[in-house]
T-cell receptor, first 112, second 111 residues
């Protein structure tokens, strides 16, 4: 069965701290895609990153970085030097063929 | 401007009264999908479509219908809504296996 687990339901950190959001997925397929989306308090869903199963290279984009490890079926997301504007719900998603499965999301509070 | 539009944005209705939520995209995307978002459950896929006249069930299709007669439109139909379909609904589209573009959401309340 395919599944995405975001074990951290809610996280609070003080501004400027680093924070890592965990994402663990389950699939027997060898070809799949992983995504992260952000949902700020305004409610829209914003794409952050996509990774395919054959590309384990980690990625950094400004204060954001992603660690993809097939050995542990994880695709974790780190925000460095967090800011209040990073407060949002973050979703990890798995796409296999045409089906897409989202995790339940992690609500991140950045406290000033 | 590239976008996914949904209408209506807010809807309050009563049990059993058929309704349709429209979704349209102007990016010529083949893939379109509907999700519902409920507190603590994340987003769950209702139906998806790979192209015109090709639709398939997601994880929570019961009580919903869709159609894809044109590439740009993917309406969600609730033939006989029930209170457990009260939710926030998102439509999304994508090109191939790229990222999805989401509509602004439709908040549905079924009394």
């Amino acid at each position: 069965a395919q599944k995405v687990t975001q074990a951290q339901t809610e996280i609070s950190v003080v501004e400027k701290e680093d924070v890592t959001l965990d994402c663990v997925y389950e699939t027997r397929d060898t070809t799949y895609y992983l995504f992260w989306y952000k949902q700020p308090p305004s409610g829209e869903l914003v794409f952050l990153i996509r990774r395919n199963s054959f590309d384990e290279q980690n990625e950094i984009s400004g204060r954001y970085s992603w660690n993809f490890q097939k050995s542990t079926s994880s695709f974790n997301f780190t925000i460095t030097a967090s800011q209040v504007v990073d407060s949002a719900v973050y979703f990890c998603a798995l796409r296999i063929d045409d089906k897409i499965i989202f995790g339940k999301g992690t609500r991140l509070h950045i406290l000033p | 401007e590239a976008q996914v539009t949904q209408n209506p944005r807010y809807l309050i209705t009563v049990t059993g009264k058929k309704l349709t939520v429209t979704c349209s995209q102007n990016m010529n995307h083949e893939y379109m999908s509907w999700y519902r978002q409920d507190p603590g459950l994340g987003l769950r896929q209702i139906y998806y479509s790979m192209n015109v006249e090709v639709t398939d069930k997601g994880d929570v299709p019961e009580g919903y219908k869709v159609s894809r007669k044109e590439k740009r439109n993917f309406p969600l139909i609730l033939e006989s809504p029930s209170p457990n379909q009260t939710s926030l609904y998102f439509c999304a589209s994508s090109f191939g296996y790229n990222e999805q573009f989401f509509g602004p959401g439709t908040r549905l309340t079924v009394l």
